[in-house]
Structures are given as structure tokens and as C-alpha cells.
């Protein structure tokens, strides 16, 4: 607890829907800085329906606008404000500018910039701007900090974007079962999950799918057509499962062999790893910042974008060599209880906050 007893407030404003994941994330945010003499409050429109986690956060949905935020602020008096925010938000400068204006501390939480439009001068120039004036920034990675100029990494941080996992550690794993659910039918599986969209090039896979000829093998698509790019894929031994979340996704990536996601790789690397699979994806591409994890030759392989035919070589190789496969998956979840692991994120984010109100991390 920190001096005198008093709890330090921090104020999240999260944009739009609080996404399934991250429920869970700020549900493990809360009790770990509680314990560290923070007490964390999240103010959204709300959460995004049919979430697999139980909210056990302070949370209250609130329109988020300016007026509102100052209300808030002025209300509760909170130590910290993190705004998880776009640069679109107009919202986002006005209410950092209050803030300093009451004397709340300002902490960045993100990538640093856009990175599907890393050279957009306005776009830097707003980031820019906005990382001159918080009192500290948390990044996803450590990679991350090359968009950041050097003379402001005094106040930069560190908090390796991830998920949390601990509540499927007691969950089943019933391959047999989920695969039949789902009626697949073929031995061996390629998976990919999430959604759809045409950035994260999933023409690329089908295509080497369509290669891997003569085997009892089956490729399983899992998640929402975003950019209708399914509609076209019609194999027998192409399974289209749609959205899952929570516990069955976890039972349906170990009921698998290899996760393949040839571009924009985020946070289902973390999913797959915890499952442990190996991940097989393209180099040159604007992975987001979790493709940190992937340690090529270690839990996963890099092909050139756009090589078809090296996209089909390596799931070929990972599927027909059991040893290498299952050498790769210890990998993969070691990563997941290390480096991976949602405590990093915590530790991270708690060192930001300690520098921002100027005490020790306590023990």
C-alpha cells in the first residue's frame, strides 16, 4: 500500500468496445495493482457483447467525450489518466491537456505510432506531439522504441503486449471431442484464427494449402469474414467454423498441428503458442508488435512474402516431421510463460506508474 494508506487512482479511458481479451487483461491489471497500491477504474461506451470473461474490474460504461472525462476527472480526482485512445478521438488532446491542467500525470499506452501508416507526417507529427506531453509512455514491445526519439526514452517503458491465459491452465483439452463438434474429419490440421481481413493475406495459405496434396490433412479457418474472403474457398477439406473465444478456442488450436497466419500477425500468436503450436508466417509484412515472439527456427518459421510455394514447403515440413513439430511447440509455450506471460505487461506498466508518481516500486 503506498504512504499513508491511500490507494493511488489511475484512470483508463478505453475507446469504443472493450474487446473480449481485454477484459481480461484489465481483470488481472486490477488485482495486481491493487496489491501494489494502485486501485485502476475504466470508463468505455462499453464491452464488446458475448464475452467469455466475467467483468471483475471497477468499470462503468460512460460516454466518452470531453465534458464527460472532465466530469470524471473533477468527481473522483484520479492520480493517472491513461487514455487508450485514437488520434481520431477528439476527445484525446483536449482531455490530456486537462489533465495537466488538475495536475493529473499522463501515461501513453500503445505502439507509438500507427503501424500500417509508419510514414504518415501528420500522423507522427500528432503521436509526436502527444508523447511530448504525457509524463510517461508504455510501448508493446521494446522494438518498439525506434519511433520513439532517444531523448524522450527516459520516460519510456515497456510492457509487452500480451493476453492473459491462466484461467484455461484447468481446462480440458479433448481433441477428439472439440474436432468432432466442429466435424473435422482430417488427422493432421493447419489452423488459422481470428478475423479475416485482406491485410492478413490468407490467400497466401489457401493457396499453399492447395499444394499439400495426398495427405490426410485439413486447413480450419476460425473467425469472422471481415472482407469476404471465404466465401470463394470451397474444399471438402476446408473447414470454415467461424467466430470462437474463450475456452473452445484454446480446445480448438491444441486440437491442432500448426497455426499459419501469413500476415499481420498480433496477439493470436500468444493463443497459439499457449496451445503450442508452431506459427509459420511472411517476412516483409506490417506484423504488429507481438511477432516479437516468433523466433524463427525456434517456435516458428519466416517465408518470403508472396512465395507460395515456400509457405507450402515449410507447413509440409512441420507437419510430416513429428519431432521437429512437437521441439518447436515446448518452445512456443515457454515463451508464453516468460516473456509472454501477462505478469511482464503488469511489471511493465506498474514501473510506469511508479515513475510518474515518483516512488519505488515496492516489493
Not at 507509438?112 to 509526436?128: E, I, P, S, W
Not at 508504455?138 to 520513439?148: A, D, V
Not at 484464427?193 to 493457396?207: H, T
Request: proline share 4%; net charge positive.
Amino acid at each position: 500500500m503506498h504512504e499513508h494508506g491511500r490507494e493511488r487512482k489511475i484512470a483508463l479511458i478505453h475507446n469504443n468496445l472493450i474487446q473480449h481479451y481485454r477484459v481480461a487483461i484489465y481483470n488481472y491489471l486490477y488485482n495486481f495493482l491493487r496489491s501494489h497500491g494502485y486501485y485502476l477504474s475504466v470508463r468505455s461506451h462499453g464491452i464488446q457483447p458475448g464475452t467469455p470473461y466475467p467483468v471483475a474490474f471497477d468499470f462503468k460504461n460512460m460516454t466518452l467525450n470531453s465534458r464527460t472525462i472532465l466530469r470524471w476527472f473533477l468527481a473522483e480526482r484520479p492520480d493517472v489518466y491513461v487514455p487508450v485512445a485514437f488520434l481520431r478521438d477528439l476527445y484525446l488532446f483536449p482531455t490530456i491537456l486537462l489533465a495537466k491542467l488538475l495536475r493529473i500525470k499522463v501515461v501513453y499506452w500503445g505502439h507509438g505510432r500507427d503501424l500500417q501508416d509508419k510514414r504518415n507526417f501528420v500522423k507522427n507529427t500528432a503521436y509526436m506531439l502527444e508523447h511530448l506531453l504525457v509524463d510517461a509512455i508504455i510501448l508493446y514491445g521494446e522494438h518498439l522504441k525506434t519511433y520513439i526519439p532517444r531523448w524522450l526514452h527516459r520516460k519510456v517503458f515497456v510492457a509487452n503486449n500480451t493476453l492473459e491465459l491462466s484461467m484455461y491452465r484447468s481446462v480440458e483439452l479433448n481433441s477428439t471431442a472439440i474436432k468432432a463438434k466442429y466435424g473435422i474429419k482430417t488427422q493432421k490440421n493447419i489452423i488459422c484464427m481470428g478475423r479475416f481481413e485482406r491485410r492478413k493475406r490468407v490467400e497466401d495459405l489457401v493457396a499453399a494449402f492447395a499444394r499439400i496434396k495426398g495427405k490426410d490433412v485439413g486447413l480450419v479457418l476460425a473467425g469472422p469474414d471481415c472482407d469476404g474472403l471465404l466465401a470463394a474457398i470451397d474444399s471438402p477439406r476446408v473447414y470454415k467454423v467461424g467466430p470462437i473465444y474463450g475456452t473452445e478456442a484454446i480446445q480448438l488450436l491444441a486440437a491442432c498441428d500448426v497455426y499459419c497466419l501469413p500476415g499481420a500477425v498480433g496477439l493470436s500468436i500468444v493463443d497459439a503458442f499457449y496451445a503450442g503450436l508452431p506459427i509459420v508466417t511472411e517476412e516483409g509484412i506490417d506484423h504488429g508488435p507481438e511477432i516479437m515472439y516468433l523466433k524463427p527456427g525456434e517456435n516458428g518459421f519466416l517465408v518470403p512474402k508472396g512465395d507460395i510455394e515456400a509457405l507450402a514447403r515449410t507447413l509440409n515440413l512441420l507437419l510430416d516431421d513429428d519431432a521437429l513439430r512437437m521441439k518447436l511447440s515446448e518452445n512456443a509455450r515457454r515463451v508464453v510463460s516468460t516473456e509472454a506471460h501477462i505478469s511482464k505487461l503488469a511489471q511493465g506498466f506498474l514501473a510506469a506508474l511508479d515513475y510518474v508518481t515518483a516512488r519505488d516500486r515496492e516489493a
